[in-house]
Nanobody, 123 residues
Framework: VQLQASGGGLVQTGGSLRLSCAVS????????IGWFRQAPGKEREGVLC????????YTADSVRGRFTISSDNAKNTVYLQMNSLKPEDTAVYYC?????????????????WGQGTQVTVSS
């Protein structure tokens, strides 16, 4: 099982970025996929998660209305679309896989993690 996050970069306040999480070793029907982020000096927090098999999406309050999650089953890839970015969104973003499809953003449910991609929002 492997996850590869990509798409991070430097963007101005109000801008957009789309992160990708390419997975291998399983299909998106098998596991739920979550996006998490960790800012310097802060604990890692859950952002969004999706379970395709259960048709469920959960969004953290901090990003609701600005971030969305989607998937392309043919490419075995999950996307995190981030709009109206703010400096406080600056963090390393990780994607992770939850084999139990808990539908929760508690990282204890996520057994497999990608390497992270840096997102920096300038003011």
């Amino acid at each position: 099982v492997q996850l590869q996050a990509s798409g991070g970069g430097l963007v101005q306040t109000g801008g957009s970025l789309r992160l990708s999480c390419a997975v291998s070793g399983f299909t998106l029907d098998d596991f739920a996929i979550g996006w998490f982020r960790q800012a310097p000096g802060k604990e890692r927090e859950g952002v969004l998660c999706i379970s395709i098999k259960d048709s469920s999406v959960y969004t953290a309050d901090s990003v609701r209305g600005r971030f969305t999650i989607s998937s392309d089953n043919a490419k075995n890839t999950v996307y995190l679309q981030m709009n109206s970015l703010k400096p406080e969104d600056t963090a390393v973003y990780y994607c992770a896989a939850d084999p139990r499809r808990s539908g929760l953003l508690d990282e204890l449910w996520y057994d497999y993690w990608g390497q992270g991609t840096q997102v920096t929002v300038s003011s």
